[in-house]
């Protein structure tokens, strides 16, 4: 059974900087992809971005351009490099291991989330 663990959530003021990382148990490079979901409070859990074995990112439309997705294998962490953040990315996030391309979204290991709150 893998865990993850995200951490690095917090209070941070608009147009300020966060950091969040997700700590696997174990190796992360067994994965086809690693992704970083987010749900607001009385919405759906939404995909935010993605990071394939193949290095292939992707991002949902409302975060291009200001949030990162990175990975260090050695660590076993992926990152969300999240900046000039607005109240709107309020949230809790999520980190999700996709085990093989065939494993559908929304599915695989998912960790316990960390909760962003954007506010002055």
């Known amino acids: 059974q893998v865990q993850l663990v995200e951490s690095g959530g917090g209070l941070v003021q608009p147009g300020g900087s966060l950091r969040l990382s997700c700590a696997a148990s174990?190796?992360?490079?067994?994965?086809?992809?690693m992704h970083w979901y987010r749900q607001a409070p009385g919405k759906q859990r939404d995909l935010v971005a993605t990071?394939?074995?193949?290095?292939?990112?992707n991002y949902a439309d409302s975060v291009k351009g200001r949030f990162t997705i990175s990975r260090d294998n050695a660590k076993s962490t992926v990152y969300l490099q999240m900046n000039s953040l607005k109240p709107e990315h309020t949230a809790v996030y999520y980190c999700n291991a996709r085990i093989t391309r065939l494993t559908p979204l929304g599915m695989g290991y998912w960790g316990k989330g960390t909760q962003v709150t954007v506010a002055s």
């Open positions: 990071l394939t074995s193949g290095e292939t990112t």
């Open positions: 174990g190796s992360i490079a067994r994965f086809y992809a």
